[in-house]
C-alpha cells in the first residue's frame, strides 16, 4: 500500500511539468530540430583520425639474473607466484625487459627521431620542439599487459597511411635503440675484442712486413732448403774441382804450361775455385758486404739463419694470437646477439581503413539530447520566474543586474 502511495505521489509530481512541456512542445520540437542540425554540422566538421597499432611480443632477454629466476620461478609454480615474483622484482629494484621497451618508447630519443622524419613541427604547427613533443605524446599510446607482457603502440593522425608509418618508425627505433645502449657483458667483451684485434693486427702486419723485406733483402725464401741446396751444390764443386785438378796435374807432367791443354784445364780449375768461393763466401766482413751474389753464400747461412728464425718466429706468434681474438670476437658477437633483447612484431603495423575519431552517431544523440534538454530547462526557469511576484528581493535584484549588463554591454541583451 505505502509502495503505491509513493508511486501516486511521484507521478503527481511530474504531472505538473509534463504539461508544461506539453503546453510549451513546439518549441521544444523546433530546439530539437536545431540541436539535429548543429549535431550534424559538428559531427562532420570535426576532422577525422585514424589510429594504426602494431603490437610486440614479449622480449624474451631479462635484465639480470635475479629477473630470470623470479621469471623462471613464475613460469614453474603459477600465476600466485607471478604476482610475488613481480613484487619482489619491484623491491630490489629488477625491471622487466618489457618495462624497459615501455620507457625506451616514451623517451625524448625516440620522439625527436619521429619528430625530424616525419617533419612533426611543422606538420603540428608547433614553433619549439617541447610543443611537438606533447603533441606527438597526446597522438601515441604505448602501454603493456599485465599478463602476457604484449607491448602495444597506438599512433593516431589525420593520414591513415601516415599513421602506420610512425607506428612502424616506432618499432625501428626501439630496435635501434636497444642494440644501441645495450651494456650486457657479452658486448663489452666484443668491444674489448674489437680493440685488440686492431693492434694485434697493427703487429702483425709490421711482423709480415720486416719478414718480407728480410728475405728479399737476403734472398732468403727458406733458409734451410737453402742451405741443402747450397751445402749440395758445394759438394758438387768440391768434387769436381779435384778432378779438374787431378786432370791439370796429370798435363803439367806431360806438357808445358804453353800447352793449350794445359792452358784449358787451368781456366777450368780457376773456375771452378771461384764458383766455389762465391757459394761458401770469402769469410771477411769487408767481402761479406762486397758481396752481390743473388743467393747468401754459405759462411752467412747461420747467422741468416738466427734472424729469419726470429722473424718468422714473431710473424707466426701474430698469426696465432690473431686467429684466436677473431674465433673469441665471433664467440662475443654472437652471444651478445642472445643477450640484447629483440624486438619481435606480433601485428605490424597497417593502414586503417576506418576512422577512429569522431564518433558521429554518439555526437549527433548527445548534442539532440543536450538541446532539448536545455530548452526544458529553460522552459521551467521562465516558468518559475514569471512565477516569482515583482516585489520580491531575489527577482528586483537580479532585474537590477541584468539593467546594468544591458547598459553597458548592449550586445547582451540581444
Known amino acids: 500500500t505505502s ?55 614479449p622480449p624474451d632477454g631479462q635484465s639480470g639474473s635475479g629477473l630470470g629466476l623470479i621469471a623462471a620461478m613464475a613460469g614453474q609454480t603459477g600465476a600466485g ?19 624497459l621497451f615501455v620507457g625506451i618508447l616514451n623517451s625524448e630519443t625516440v620522439q625527436d627521431a619521429l619528430i625530424d622524419r616525419f617533419q612533426l613541427e611543422k606538420l603540428y604547427h608547433d614553433s619549439k620542439i617541447e610543443d611537438a613533443r606533447k603533441d606527438l605524446a597526446e597522438r601515441t599510446e604505448v602501454s603493456e599487459d599485465r599478463k602476457n607482457g604484449i607491448i602495444s603502440i597506438a599512433v593516431t593522425d589525420h593520414d591513415p597511411k601516415r599513421a602506420a608509418a610512425m607506428a612502424q618508425a616506432y618499432v625501428s627505433e626501439l630496435d635501434r635503440l636497444v642494440a644501441q645502449v645495450s651494456t650486457s657483458s657479452a658486448r663489452r667483451e666484443r668491444i674489448f675484442l674489437e680493440g685488440r684485434l686492431q693492434k694485434v693486427k697493427a703487429d702483425l702486419d709490421a711482423a709480415a712486413k720486416n719478414f718480407s723485406d728480410f728475405a728479399s733483402k737476403n734472398t732468403a ?10 751445402v749440395e751444390a758445394a759438394a758438387t764443386l768440391q768434387g769436381q774441382l779435384i778432378a779438374a785438378q787431378a786432370e791439370l796435374s796429370g798435363l803439367q807432367q806431360i806438357y808445358t804450361d804453353d800447352n793449350v791443354r794445359v792452358r784449358a784445364a787451368e781456366a777450368r780449375v780457376n773456375e771452378l775455385r771461384k764458383k766455389l768461393n762465391e757459394i761458401g763466401g770469402a769469410g771477411t766482413q769487408d767481402e761479406l758486404k762486397s758481396d752481390n ?14 734472424q729469419y728464425a726470429d722473424f718468422y718466429r714473431q710473424t707466426k706468434i701474430q698469426e696465432t694470437v690473431y686467429e684466436l681474438l677473431t674465433q ?64 520580491d528581493p531575489r527577482k528586483v535584484l537580479a532585474m537590477e543586474v541584468f539593467a546594468t549588463m544591458q547598459a553597458r554591454v548592449p550586445k547582451f541583451s540581444r
Do not use: C, H
Not at 751474389?293 to 738466427?306: F, T
Not at 544523440?365 to 515583482?390: N, P, R, S
Open 293 to 306: 751474389s743473388l743467393y747468401p753464400s754459405i759462411r752467412k747461412l747461420p747467422l741468416l739463419g738466427v
Open 81 to 99: 607466484l607471478g604476482g610475488l615474483a613481480g613484487l619482489a622484482g619491484d623491491l630490489l629494484g629488477v625491471k622487466s625487459s618489457g618495462a
Open 328 to 391: 673469441q670476437y665471433e664467440l662475443a658477437k654472437v652471444q651478445e646477439a642472445k643477450e640484447i633483447p629483440t624486438v619481435k612484431v606480433l601485428d605490424a603495423a597497417m593502414v586503417p581503413t576506418k576512422k577512429s575519431f569522431p564518433p558521429r552517431a554518439i555526437i549527433m544523440v548527445l548534442g539532440t539530447v543536450l538541446g532539448i534538454t536545455l530548452a526544458m530547462t529553460w522552459i521551467v526557469g521562465k516558468t518559475w520566474w514569471d512565477a516569482v511576484e515583482a516585489s
Open 221 to 230: 725464401i727458406d733458409i734451410p732448403a737453402q742451405g741443402k741446396a747450397m
Open 3 to 57: 509502495l503505491l502511495v509513493e508511486t501516486s505521489e511521484t507521478r503527481q509530481s511530474f504531472l505538473p511539468y509534463l504539461q508544461l512541456f506539453w503546453t510549451n512542445r513546439r518549441f521544444l520540437m523546433r530546439t530539437g530540430a536545431y540541436a539535429i542540425v548543429a549535431s550534424i554540422f559538428i559531427a562532420f566538421v570535426i576532422p577525422v583520425r585514424y589510429q594504426s597499432m602494431t603490437r610486440l611480443m
